[in-house]
């Protein structure tokens, strides 16, 4: 079975010493991969949907299969603002800003999110990822989408 290898690297030299680091992790046994991009307006669209038997949408993934994503910004000027929701059952959401160039990284969304409304999260409970939407905040922007699974 193939194997993912994803490596991170920040590569900074301050006063003249070197201060970045390379880390690398692998994923086991992936058997597929989702690739695409996205044009985004200002206008809200859902990137991906996680759901227990997808159907046959493009963007709808099953929860238990999903080992990584990976969303990027490919825009040079403009931002895209992500919305990450957690289970239906127990609504909540998040946006995150991503900067041109920038990207956001998820292992596996089962059990991976918790979102409370209190600066003393329990840390604990954790609920499936079940949406991932997105829009450019001023004019359009590119998203690279990339999804393993087993």
Same mark, same amino acid.
């Given at each position: 079975?193939? @194997?993912?290898?994803? @490596?991170?690297?920040?590569? !900074?030299?301050?006063?003249? =010493? ?10 086991? =046994? ?17 990137? !991906? ?8 949408? %493009? ?25 990450? !929701?957690? *289970? ?7 946006? !995150? ?19 409370? %409304? ?12 079940? *949406? ?19």
């Amino acid at each position: 079975m193939p @194997t993912l290898t994803v @490596t991170h690297t920040e590569s !900074i030299t301050l006063d003249g =010493r070197s201060r970045g680091v390379e880390k690398s992790y692998t994923i086991a =046994r992936i058997e597929s991969v989702h690739e695409s991009s996205r044009v985004l307006t200002t206008s809200v669209q859902k990137i !991906i949907t996680m759901v227990d038997s997808p159907d046959d949408s %493009a963007l709808a993934l099953d929860v238990q299969l999903v080992k990584y994503i990976r969303l990027t910004n490919l825009d040079d000027t403009d931002i895209i603002s992500l919305g990450i !929701i957690q *289970t239906v059952e127990t609504a909540g959401s998040v946006c !995150i800003k991503l900067l041109p160039g920038e990207s956001f990284v998820a292992g596996p969304p089962e059990d991976l999110i918790k979102i409370e %409304a209190s600066v003393d999260p329990g840390h604990a409970s954790f609920l499936d990822l079940q *949406t991932i939407e997105a829009k450019a905040l001023t004019n359009s922007a590119k998203l690279e989408i990339f999804v393993a699974m087993v």
